[in-house]
């Protein structure tokens, strides 16, 4: 167990349609990461926070969004969704060292229908 | 643009022998080597790192060698066991100022080890 907590754990919609999916850090870490991991794809950065503050930006949608909150946790927003958005959807965390040392949760996998 | 390749989609091996993992990336100005560790239905999990200033790291039967002229990075597994069959992913992160930067991952290697 990570420590990472992610909702939902599985989710089935609609193209056109909005979806959010929410993370929950380990307790003490201020860094948030959404990743993006497609079919036979390795994981994509989309975005990092700190602290409720966008920290760094990768290859994220414009449909697509997040943020951080006060608490520490995390959401990312999906909308429009389209068939390729289809995807398994990771929340990382750690305190922000600089080791790469990252704190998985176990994912939200997306399905677009 | 692949920054960070694994060619090899999977790795079959037998118990007790040696697991070896291979990454090229093409970016001389990483600063970290990571690999980790993915179990079906599970995120992925960090097992080991190598610093660019090192050549070597060693943490029980898993060895990380870098290979900074030939921008190569692998990982040895030894003596490889059943429970070590998952997809191995490999990272590289390169800091910029002192501010983390962010980890770039390979497409991962499916081991299977066999008993």
């Known amino acids: 167990d990570s420590g990472v907590t992610q909702t939902p754990k599985h989710l089935i919609t609609a193209t056109g349609q909005r979806v959010t999916l929410r993370c929950s850090p380990r307790?003490?870490?201020?860094?948030v990461y959404w990743y993006q991991q497609s079919l036979d794809q390795g994981l994509q950065f989309l975005i990092q926070y700190y602290n409720g503050e966008e920290r760094a930006k990768g290859n994220i949608l414009e449909r697509f969004s997040a943020q951080q909150f006060p608490d520490l946790h995390s959401e990312l927003n999906l909308s429009s969704l389209e068939l390729g958005d289809s995807a398994l959807y990771f929340c990382?965390?750690?305190?922000?060292?600089?080791?790469?040392?990252?704190?998985f949760g176990e994912g939200s996998r997306l399905t677009v229908l | 643009d692949q920054q960070v390749k694994q060619n090899s989609p999977s790795l079959s091996v037998q118990e007790g022998r040696i697991s070896i993992l291979n990454c090229d990336y093409t970016?001389?100005?990483?600063?970290?080597f990571l690999w980790y560790k993915k179990y079906p239905a599970e995120g992925p999990t960090f097992l080991i790192s190598i610093s660019s200033i090192k050549d070597k790291n060693e943490d029980g039967r898993f060895t990380v060698f870098l290979n900074k002229s030939a921008k190569h990075l692998s990982l040895h597994i030894v003596p490889s066991q059943p429970g070590d069959s998952a997809v191995y992913f490999c990272?590289?992160?390169?800091?910029?100022?002192?501010?983390?930067?962010?980890?770039?991952f390979g497409k991962g290697t499916k081991l299977s080890v066999k008993p």
């Open positions: 970016n001389s100005m990483f600063d970290y």
């Open positions: 990382a965390s750690n305190g922000g060292i600089n080791t790469g040392e990252l704190f």
């Open positions: 307790s003490g870490d201020l860094s």
């Open positions: 990272a590289a992160l390169m800091n910029y100022g002192g501010s983390q930067g962010n980890l770039i």
